[in-house]
């Protein structure tokens, strides 16, 4: 499972755009403790932590202060469809 951001690139300044998703991240972590890993892809943040019980506890608390862009959980399917 990971968080997804999806930064808007139609946008002046896609770049201030991420630094304020992250700023938010970094601010988030600090207040309750967690550890993430984050991974940027093409306009994508993905976010991942270490326990799945995290994720919605991050659902839960997330209060972004310097954006806001909307982010998704999502669950990657083990096995493709036929």
């Known amino acids: 499972?990971?968080?997804e951001f999806q930064i808007p690139m139609d946008l002046s300044n896609p770049g201030f755009a991420?630094?304020?998703v992250?700023?938010?991240m970094s601010d988030w972590s600090s207040t309750h403790g967690i550890?993430?890993?984050e991974k940027l892809v093409k306009s994508t943040l993905k976010v991942?932590?270490?326990d799945q019980k995290t994720y919605s506890?991050?659902?839960l608390t997330w209060e972004p202060k310097?954006?806001?862009i909307r982010y998704r959980l999502v669950e990657?399917?083990?096995k493709p469809i036929d």
């Open 66 to 68: 310097y954006t806001n």
């Open 48 to 50: 991942t932590f270490e």
């Open 76 to 78: 990657p399917m083990s």
């Open 22 to 24: 992250r700023k938010d």
């Open 35 to 37: 550890m993430y890993h």
């Open 1 to 3: 499972m990971y968080i």
């Open 57 to 59: 506890f991050f659902a």
């Open 18 to 20: 991420l630094l304020r």
